[in-house]
C-alpha cells in the first residue's frame, strides 16, 4: 500500500509559479506510475500531468502543456508539479495518485489510478 501527502499549495496571482511536491510512502513507489490532478468546485476531476515508473514518459493535456512540469525524485520518494504562468482557471484542489495498473488506454482517466492524497488547495486570482 502506498500513502500520499501533497504540499505546496496555497493563493497566487494569475501569472505567478507554484511548485507542489507529493510524498509517498512504500517501498513500491518506484514500480508505479503517477498523476496529478485538480477538482474545482462543481466540475469533475480531471488529470493535470503523468509520469511513468523511471520517468520515462510524461503526459499532459491541452490545458496545462507548456505551463505544468511533473517529475519524481524515486530515492526521495517525490513527485513534484511544477506550475507556471497560473490562470484562474488552474484553481481547485490538487491530488496525488498512484497509478499500480493500466486498466485503460488513457493515462488520464480516474479508473487507472488506485491510491490518492488527502489534497492541497491552490487559488489563482485574476
Known amino acids: 500500500q502506498v500513502q500520499l501527502m501533497e504540499s505546496g499549495g496555497g493563493l497566487v496571482q494569475s501569472g505567478d509559479s507554484l511548485r507542489l511536491s507529493c510524498t509517498a510512502s512504500?517501498?513500491?513507489?518506484?514500480?508505479?506510475?503517477m498523476g496529478w490532478f485538480r477538482q474545482a468546485p462543481g466540475k469533475k476531476r480531471e488529470c493535470v500531468a503523468h509520469?511513468?515508473?523511471?520517468?520515462?514518459?510524461?503526459d499532459y493535456p491541452d490545458s496545462t502543456k507548456g505551463r505544468f512540469t511533473i517529475s519524481r525524485d524515486d530515492a526521495k520518494g517525490t513527485v513534484l508539479l511544477e506550475m507556471n504562468s497560473l490562470k484562474p482557471e488552474d484553481s481547485g484542489v490538487y491530488y496525488c495518485?498512484?497509478?499500480?495498473?493500466?486498466?485503460?488506454?488513457?493515462?488520464?482517466?480516474?479508473?487507472?489510478?488506485?491510491?490518492w492524497g488527502q489534497g492541497t488547495q491552490v487559488t489563482v486570482s485574476s
Open positions: 509520469i511513468s515508473r523511471s520517468a520515462t514518459n510524461t
Open positions: 512504500g517501498p513500491a513507489f518506484r514500480l508505479y506510475g
Open positions: 495518485a498512484v497509478k499500480r495498473y493500466t486498466r485503460t488506454p488513457s493515462y488520464s482517466d480516474l479508473v487507472n489510478y488506485d491510491y
